[in-house]
T-cell receptor
């Protein structure tokens, strides 16, 4: 049973460029959430996708956008990259139809470096 | 806005000692609290999930308690081992379904 998979594992970009990160949820899960984790800090919620729509959003600018596909996989897009976007980007999946107390399962993350 | 605090930020103990990690949160209206482990540069591994109606959860050497009214949770790790060295994060799910994380406690277990 495959867990949450993310690609790529590492990425180096320059300021102003655009980047796309990908996530495949754990088998049987239908909800994907994205988090940004700066060095030495806890993850910060970016947004959540369910039924191919953005359901919730954290305090991130419109440069951060996403998409969910019919197979529940998801992409995170960041435009006009800034140095401050350098972080570990984590994807988490869950089953929305379960109780509100469902457990989150995380991928290993994509380490993004903006030069 | 939910604020989650973890103290201490770092902890170093000799092998065999019991670990006590603290997590506090400002808004007691929560659905659940989850403890995670994170190895350097890696993703998060879920350790324990405590629902708002529960007082504690146990898994092997790990025990987590929850006092919702006082906004506190404690993770106990018995008989620590060098393999327990990692950063431990607590996360609180609030009424708006958003998950708020603490900054973590980095644990080093000395052999």
């Amino acid at each position: 049973d495959a867990g949450v998979t993310q690609s790529p594992t590492h990425l180096i970009k320059t300021r102003g460029q655009q980047v796309t990160l990908r996530c495949s949820p754990k088998s049987g899960h239908d909800t994907v959430s994205w988090y940004q984790q700066a060095l030495g800090q806890g993850p910060q919620f970016i947004f959540q996708y369910y039924e191919e729509e953005e359901r919730q959003r954290g305090n991130f600018p419109d440069r951060f956008s996403g998409h969910q596909f019919p197979n529940y996989s998801s992409e995170l897009n960041v435009n006009a990259l800034l140095l401050g976007d350098s972080a570990l980007y984590l994807c988490a999946s869950s089953l929305r139809g379960a109780s509100r107390g469902e457990k989150l399962f995380f991928g290993s993350g994509t380490q993004l470096s903006v030069l | 806005k939910q604020e989650v605090t973890q103290i201490p930020a770092a902890l170093s103990v000799p092998e065999g000692e019991n670990l006590v990690l603290n997590c506090s949160f400002t808004d007691s209206a929560i659905y659940n609290l989850q403890w995670f482990r994170q190895d350097p540069g890696k993703g998060l591994t879920s350790l324990l999930l405590i629902q708002s109606s529960q007082r504690e959860q146990t898994s092997g050497r790990l025990n987590a308690s929850l006092d919702k009214s006082s906004g506190r949770s404690t993770l106990y790790i018995a008989a620590s081992q060098p393999g327990d060295s990692a950063t431990y994060l607590c996360a609180v799910k609030s009424n708006d379904y958003k998950l708020s994380f603490g900054a973590g406690t980095t644990v080093t277990v000395r052999a």
